[in-house]
């Protein structure tokens, strides 16, 4: 018979239900109650080594201010010399997403989740937090097949705010992440959280993602337009409402109050009644660790992103399965995030190429062609940059070999390219420095 470990005298450990960067989360009973948790077991020196500290304290602080019906709810916080443990509600219905990734729902069943993530968000909203994560990952389901959110570990409390009442750090998942929260000028958490929500909607009601295209970078150019297409199945009511959801323009973007006054939204709606927060909510404080991490959201220095930009690919076949999108190319090109517009890149990139000992042979619609001077195993080596403007601030890089040998090209970009770009660099593809997507392997 399987021995099972007993933690803190009170919770009998089970099964592993999941495992993320920095934590494992198990099944368990209490053995006073009998009832089902989920307990996340944290390693204070993985904390400490990924400077995570203030990150887990905001989870823990938000989800003990949040107590709704449809937020997964944070029972209680123990610790160990070396471990943290959040006991959390059990939540037996497994990811939203996976109802999805079987096809599109109905729209009946799609509005009552999304009424269900709406009273949520409402609630987290008029409490100061934004959720900043909102993605079918994030969305559970219980035993009634009601919808929970999950995973506030991005999240965002009123006193990170600048002084304007916006956020700065850009932080999410990209697939789901609003266009201003890319810019660096600032944004409004909630906002951002109402475009996830868009993107989450369209989802359910299509079967698929609203942006897509044959790369990376032109997904990213048709959020930052708005830009997509309805499914012919979809309502003309619910295309309405999804179309003042995916507004570029945050300005011109539905608040959660022109949601729940839409005719669509409106059907069988019926507000779901909040639990009570406790007195000690906010007043008890953290105490699991020294504080070490100085990462504010109102940082004059721009903090790094904390997700890598490039991660959609991942982000998007994760249970859509829409890797064939990406997949047209076979040229493995690196790709990179900086803080330049197009124009100042395309000089930047002129002046590496001098630098380098390549010639640009090509010039033409932000894109550049560069050839390099000595004789490889199968000629000279040749690549092609293309940069696409995300952004008045914010553009990315595409580097792909167009001519040569393969292992040259690769060896050659480590060696050279690379630090030659050090100085315009903001996030490289495949970066592991980054808490909430650095752990890809792509």
Partial sequence: MERRSIILDKYEMGRLLGQGNFAKVYHARNLATNEAVAIKVIKKEKLKKERLVKQIKREVSVMRLVRHPHIVQLKEVMATKGKIFLVMEYVRGGELFSKVAEGKLTEDLARRYFQQLISAVDFCHSRGVTHRDLKPENLLLDHNHDLKVSDFGLSALPDQRRADGLLLTP???????????????????????????????????????????????????????????????????????????????????????????????????????????????????????????????????????????????????????????????????????????????????????????????????????????????????????????VAPAVAVVEFSKSAGDTLEYVKFCEDQVRPSLNDIVWSWQGDANSYHTGHSNS
């Fill in 171 to 389: 932080c999410g998942t990209p697939a789901y992440v609003a266009p201003e929260v890319l810019k660096k000028k600032g944004y409004d958490g909630s906002k951002a959280d109402i475009w996830s929500c868009g993107v989450i909607l369209y989802a359910l009601l299509a079967g698929y993602l609203p942006f897509q295209g044959e790369n990376v970078m032109r997904i990213y150019r048709k959020a930052f337009r708005g830009d997509y297409a309805f499914p012919e199945w979809i309502s003309p009511q619910a295309k309405t409402l999804i179309s003042n959801l995916l507004v570029a323009d945050p300005a011109r973007r539905y608040s959660v109050p022109d949601i729940m006054n839409d005719p669509w939204f409106q059907v069988s709606f019926t507000r779901p009644i909040a639990f009570s927060i406790k007195e000690d909510a906010l007043a008890d404080p953290i105490h699991l660790l020294p504080d070490h991490d100085h990462d504010h959201d109102h940082d004059t220095k721009p903090a790094r992103p904390s997700y890598n930009a490039f991660e959609i690919i991942s982000s998007l076949s994760h249970g859509f399965d829409l890797r064939s999108l990406f997949e047209t190319s076979k040229r493995s090109p690196s790709v990179f995030l900086c803080k330049f517009s197009a124009s100042a890149v395309l000089g930047k990139l002129e002046a590496v190429a001098t630098k380098i000992n390549f010639r640009v042979t090509g010039k033409k619609d932000f894109a550049l062609r560069m050839q390099g001077a000595e004789e490889g195993r199968k000629g000279k080596l040749a690549m092609t940059v293309e940069v696409f403007e």
